[in-house]
């Protein structure tokens, strides 16, 4: 499969056999043999080929054009005689736009196809990657064509005919990804998850999260502090300081798109405001705003109005415009306003407002009396100032604390928190780690952080750790005071870094047992949207889609879904363009376009362009729902 960056593995590229069309734009030729007895041998070969095994096609910035595989054993199965080879057919994405003519469907050449190159030549030119991966150059794209946007098809030829004729869909696993573990320090701290609309280039730590909904009264735009204090005390958040919300703002269906999300902008930024007013600390947000739409067609289905449901976007708003049918359709409209807020809190140390110096003095005064309680919570507080760019790093390191065993704990703190703000190396850290776990050899929080950063270190480093004895070491964790979740949570990551050895090994049998174990221990226990996210990319990563999907589609049709869960979702099923036509689908389609419609109508750029495909264009269900929702310039 092609690759985006082979040596770190950073990108998959599935292969899906899809229909093919044809489009007289090239001068090679070579006889399609797919249904004659020369290939028979050849499709068996591709059937019976381990999932496990990938190939595809690179194109580069400078137009060079690489074959890539991953496993050289069935790479001498497949191509085996001197007239074997593969060819790429270039296809641009000019013929996909929405007024354009498809190509025909089932030639072998729907672009522009390159001069074949056989056996002797990919032998004697492959390159490889890692073990067991190669790359190899097999042609040019046309200089006439270097600046357009193009995807390349797979050619594979068997006794100098064409033997099978693929597409690609590209699916991002930047690489697979443990579970989140987090770092101890007084508490198990976390870093809030990436988001797209978020370019703040400070990392955001918190230790406790909460989401909940605040609906919207029809037309309303201004939330005052009263009207949100109640919330305020609800959620007991006299003792948090607010560090950051992201808020996912809706409106009911009816009126211009671009007037209802400049209402729910209004809407979000007035709950932030008012949220302000508790706190002297800037509140960083992320605000995202769309239709309910998906709310919309789940009750409407329910409801005397569910023909509405067979039209496009368009002509429902069109029908809204019947006063008449709005206020009957109002009883279900008026609870799809509302805005899903989640906020990332740190307990309050009480010195929010004590200058700088002051802190390092009555820290050193804390070490001197050994008061450690004391000295955590000013170190803690001077890390907070730290990480939100308001102290200089230098803060960090002016607090000295004496290698002793009663201030292990402040020791694992330093060293957790420089970690976190990047002053200090994972390697260096460790050994530091390791050398605190001498003074207190009981301390659960020590042992935890030194198996996180052995992790870390493990995932890229299959020799760093030996897995028997670390094994151990993870089931001695409880017996030092760590919940047995955060254990749970660690075995899982030590059976996904396994996989990998095994995948490394060819050990496929292996390598499904830990799968298996990873599968029947997750299911037991509660998963956050960012767990999900990194189990589905594991099981994506090892060709267990099926699981994947399974794992997800639990919450694709809810409004607080996570944007990156419920797009790898959708990414996944554009595997099966077919199941786009099933009405569960068409919901998390539909969410996912009132969350981000941008991101949704990227799926069909060049896969070198970010996207998973644009030849996906050719399935009408898919190619329908880009022309109505993305205003592609044709």
């Not at 069109?318 to 740190?346: C, F, G, M, V, W």
């Not at 949207?529 to 060709?543: G, H, N, Q, T, V």
Request: charged fraction near 25%; include cysteine.
């Amino acid at each position: 499969m092609p690759y985006k960056n082979v040596r770190h593995l950073l990108t998959l590229v599935l292969w899906l056999c899809l229909p093919v069309m044809a489009t007289a734009q090239t001068k090679v030729f070579i006889q399609d043999g797919r249904q004659s007895a020369y290939c028979t041998a050849c499709e068996k070969l591709l059937h019976d080929m381990p999932k496990e095994v990938l190939f595809g096609i690179d194109i580069h910035t400078d137009g060079d054009v690489y074959f890539s595989m991953s496993n050289m054993e069935w790479f001498n199965k497949l191509f085996t005689g001197a007239q074997d080879g593969v060819s790429v057919d270039l296809v641009l994405k000019e013929q996909y736009v929405c007024n354009a003519t498809l190509p025909i469907a089932h030639s072998v050449s729907k672009g522009v196809v390159l001069p074949p190159v056989y056996l002797a030549a990919l032998k004697k030119n492959m390159e490889q990657l890692t073990e067991g991966h190669f790359s190899v150059k097999v042609g040019q794209v046309p200089k006439n064509l270097l600046n357009k946007e193009m995807e390349g098809n797979l050619i594979i030829i068997k006794n100098g005919v064409v033997c099978h004729y693929t597409n690609f869909v590209d699916i991002p696993r930047s690489s697979w990804a443990l579970l989140p573990m987090g770092m101890y320090t007084d508490t198990l701290l976390n870093v809030e998850p990436d988001n797209e609309a978020d370019t703040t280039s400070n990392p955001r730590f918190y230790s406790k999260k909460l989401q909940f909904i605040i609906p919207f009264s029809k037309n309303k735009a201004v939330y005052d502090t009263k009207d949100i204090k109640p919330l305020y005390d609800s959620l007991e958040l006299k003792d948090y300081s607010i560090k950051s919300i992201h808020i996912r703002a809706y409106s009911s269906i009816e009126g211009a798109e671009q007037a209802n999300s400049l209402l729910q902008q209004q809407r979000a930024k007035s709950i932030v405001k008012a949220l302000q007013q508790f706190q002297t600390r800037e509140i960083k947000t992320t605000i995202t705003a769309g239709e309910n739409w998906i709310e919309f067609y789940n009750d409407i289905a329910q409801s005397p109005y569910k023909d509405l449901a067979d039209f496009d976007k368009a002509t429902i708003k069109s029908k809204l415009l019947d006063k008449a049918l709005l206020d009957q359709l109002e009883p279900y409209l008026k609870d799809h306003r509302k805005a899903i807020i989640t906020i990332y809190l740190n307990k309050k140390t009480g010195l929010e407002r004590t200058k700088a110096d002051s802190l390092v003095m009555q820290f050193k005064k804390a070490i001197e009396k050994k008061q450690v309680a004391k000295a955590s919570i000013i170190q803690d507080a001077i890390f907070d100032r730290v990480a939100d760019g308001k102290l200089p790093e230098a803060y960090i390191n002016q607090l000295e604390i004496p290698h002793e065993a009663i201030f292990s704990d402040l020791k694992n703190n330093q060293i957790t928190y420089k970690l976190l703000l990047n002053i200090t190396y994972e390697e260096e850290a460790l050994e530091e780690l390791k050398e605190i776990e001498t003074l207190s050899p009981a301390n659960g929080k020590i042992k935890y952080n030194i198996c996180a950063l052995t992790f870390r270190m493990w995932q890229y480093d299959p020799g760093f750790a030996q897995p028997d004895s670390f094994l151990l070491y993870i089931n001695e964790l409880p017996k030092t005071g760590i919940d047995s979740s955060l254990v749970k949570r660690m075995l899982i990551n030590y059976h996904i870094i396994m996989c990998g050895i095994y995948m490394s090994q060819y050990k496929y049998d292996a390598k499904d047992e830990a799968v298996k174990y990873i599968y029947l221990t997750y299911v037991d226990m509660q998963l956050s949207d960012e767990d999900i996210l990194a189990m589905a990319k594991f099981l994506c990563y090892y060709s267990h889609m099926k699981l994947s999907e399974l794992l997800l589609e639990k919450r694709i049709h809810q409004l607080d879904v996570n944007e990156d869960l419920l797009f790898y979702y959708l990414n996944l099923k554009l595997f099966d363009p077919a199941q786009f036509s099933l009405e569960s689908v068409q919901k998390a389609v539909q969410n996912a376009i009132s969350i981000n419609s941008k991101r949704y109508c990227r799926f069909f750029n060049a896969m070198d362009k970010g996207g998973a495909s644009f030849q996906l264009l050719e399935y009408n269900i898919l190619r329908n729902i880009y022309c109505d929702n993305c205003k592609p310039s044709n």
